[in-house]
């Protein structure tokens, strides 16, 4: 009686905690296809009535999109790549290293991760702008790492302090150079985590603001382009807008559902 | 000598990393800091700027508001992502559909999740009509102000938006603890909150710091949400330095930054010591 | 097996993109010929449609000069100014900035002179205009497009309650407290979350002085806000130009002021035709208005300074002066400008137009945010944390000596 009983309780559970985390995206979602009269009231409602694709005509036929739908594609996709790079080696030879390095190494990333962006923005704006870096998709890319490479580590420190040194030790008796055993042996193992981290490089990279903001004059990322709207324009202008810089993300986290499996962040812990 | 001839590989990798984190953020962060200790008009070594910062009633209840939503955030967080994760960690039909609609708010930026929370807690959002619509309420409520009330609608944003992280996180966790030691509480006859508190939670002593941890620093910092949510209305020490910057104050603004540095890793050192007592963050083995 | 070959992959794209990336944008990126000016604008769309087909195509034809007129709102203008003038890049021309945020781009000394240029402002120019780009003697902005806040409000609400607009501050005081009685919550908001336009009306509609913070004028406004403040709604502490419309328009507050561009998103977007305008409302001694609007200023340090000022001229024609009216309802700082504005706009154009004959700038001094971080302070202490009025704002005067000592000393 007891087990039926869980059960029921717990199909309640999924069941609301699903609603929960689903419910505000399908609202942003219908707030952009809905028409005014629904939204701009004390009683909004929940259902959508009617499908009104007018403001989703107006951005794309505006042609506002897609300028910094490129940008932000291509800054994303650079951070993501340079960030592994750079990354991936560092925190393979950190965690080979002994413990105390590897603990101090650990205290200075989360330490730099401490101070609000505000704070580093300017400095790095004029830095920035002195090399002649603004606007161009490199110097976005360049800022971004500052936030990507602490965080990538973090992961990744823990993914290769999880691959024991034995795995490696026993390819160099078997006459791999290190070179060799690296390419061979801890890679191919690592590689799903380092994939992992990667995308959330990635993701992070695409919702940037505060850097994009400092760094940008004549051209947008997305992110840039919805507070434009937010700030300047229509309400359903701005569903739409928000609603597509939400869409790619939601795709990408459901194709790499099957890659992400949540072993790759437990080395984090390890 | 003979330690670099060992180790030049391992110096080769690393060093870009290093180069990019001392000289893009260490630096620029240790100007900002040194800033906070400059006079504002003479450039001089000075506390004016820290004295003149805590006659600001904005930045002493700055402080307040982001002490108060780290604690509320830390605490439904790890609460929820710990409930979610051992609802995943069991094995169920739709476990990847669920699995699905649980990650997807990891994506939506934080700006966009902002623009939602106004959607569902404004006067007239979505939120206070359910109410309405249930008849828990006759007149709607104005959720975002100052108070717990406000820092709890805030801080339920920032939830939404992490908790697919923390379910990942905690989960992992869930996964590394081996059945064979649950199999063996059962048949010594332990009840279910005995093998929560004497087993999962112990075990899942350095996940749980590790977590803890990596969103303190983020909570602490909260910017954008209540940037969108609440302006000025409920200052936070993040949103406080910016408001300093944008008047013409770097040297406040540097100032307050630096203050935030101190409370995070006040917060850090206390969780070590006194919760985690070396028992997952120090002990990288 | 396939999963490992499809990850490698990935990487292996990965790498690939960054070595371009590094090939493609490794090089500062050149700046184009001295003909091309760089000018920011904090613009909705359909004011960019007017400016990119009406206005600027207009100007290149005529001088030859290229205008890459950049979207930027006023808050942002500083940021980037900062960062190219600290690294001496130049990367703006013209500003065409909010003139309540000019004092501190003077102060930081980001603008140029242009005393000397003076008589390019047409003679036609009201007086007030004349002034507004000028501290402590020198002009930094020229007039360009003057603007003021006019009062929304819910006819379907007012009507509902019987309640007129307010004309005066007992009949605001009888408006937010019918409201409040009426539904139980504040529908009356201000803006008072950081920017001071709004309380320095209330304080020179008493007669009180936003330099001088402690005459009679200031506590007698400060003591009515006190009185005020809770029968307002609680948005009036997070009011910003962008989220009042959705206040406005989501029937969460019945009466707000905000800018006019407003009325293109609530009742052009929105299609809320029952929300109306009004100049405003008197204080014990006077109505005023606080300027708001555009001003032209050229950067300093600018290359292109003669085809910037050539482009201000422009600007500032009759000719540009009337289809910016005639387009976007913008009134002008002209006298000899004359058009009406037709259709539904209106009504709510005739309230801006009323509004700015009471509108005063705030004060032209370089301290300014300095004195905006203290008004805010003491309405904080005063209204919202509910002290006592006197007591606070001589607590207060050391505080405003100091800063007008030091712009002293900074001169």
Redesign the interface.
Known sequence: MTTRKLHFGRIILITVISTLMVMPVYLLFKISISS??E????H?TFLIHHFDFSHWRDVFQ?GNIWAPLEKSL?VA??T???A??IVAPASYAISRLSRKVRFGYIAALFFTKMFPTVGIA?PI???????????????L?MAHLIEEIPFMAWILLSTFSAIPKALEEAALVDGANRMQALRYVVF?VA??G??VA?MYVWLNSWNEFTFA??LS??TKTLPLEVY?Y????????TAAYSTLLAVPVILITFVLQR?LKSEYLSGAVK | MRWLKKYYLELLLVLPMTVYILGFTLVPLIKTVILGFQDR?TGKFSWSTYQALFE???FIQSIGNTAGISLISLTIQMFLAFVIANVLKQKFHGRAVVRSLVLMPMGIPTIVSGIIA?YIF???GYFNELLLKLHLI?????W???GFQGLLVISLADTWKVLPTLVLLLLAGLEGISNEIYEAAAIDGASRWQTLGRITLPLLKPTITMAVLFRAVDVFRIFELPQV?????VPFVATFAY?EY????PNGSGAASTILLAMILTFALLWLKFVDRGAGFADQN | MK??IW??G??GV??L??LS??V???G??KKTATSTL?VTM????EEWKVMNQDVLPAFEKESGIKV?A??M?A??V???L???V????N??DVISQDVNTTA?LV??GYMEDLSDQTKIIPSSTYPIQKQVGVFNGKTYFLPYRPNVEINYYNKTKFDKYGLQPPTNWDELLTVAKTLKAK???GRVAFKM??DVIELVEFIRSAGGDPLNLNDAGTVTALTYLQKLMPYL???T???????T???L?????YYMPNWP?ATN?IVG????KDILATSGFAGPKEQVKTLGGEVLGVVKGTKNKAAALKFIKYLETKQVQQLLLKKNGWPSFRADVTGTVTGWQAPYYQATDAALKIAQPLPNVTYM??V??LI??IF??TC??GKDVKTVLQDYQPKLAKIKA?AK??Q
């Open positions: 005014p009269s939204v701009l009231t004390q909004p505006s291509i996709t650079g993501m790549a340079l592994t790079v300017l704006a004029i830095t920035f702008t002195r090399w002649g870096l603004v606007d161009s998709d490199f110097g890319v191919p590689a799903q380092i994939a990667a903001l400092y004059l004549t434009y937010v700030q300047r324009g229509g309400f359903f202008e890659y | 008009y600001r009633p904005d106004l404004g006067t007239s006759t007149r709607p409520v104005q975002l102000t100052e949510l609440v302006g000025q209305s408001q944008n008047l013409n104050n | 999963k490992k990850l490698r990935l990487v990965g790498v993109a960054s990336l590094l493609a944008c490794g500062p990126t760089n904090g613009l909705s769309d890459n950049i979207q709102e808050a942002d500083e940021k980037k900062q960062a190219s600290a690294a001496k890049r990367d703006i501190q102060a930081d539904e139980g919550i979350s950081g709604s609680a948005d502490l997070k009011g910003t130009f962008s989220t419309n959705t206040f328009a989501k029937d969460e507050v561009f998103i977007d929105g299609g809320r945010p300095d905006n971080k805010n302070d904080q202490e919202v944390q030091e000393k900074a």
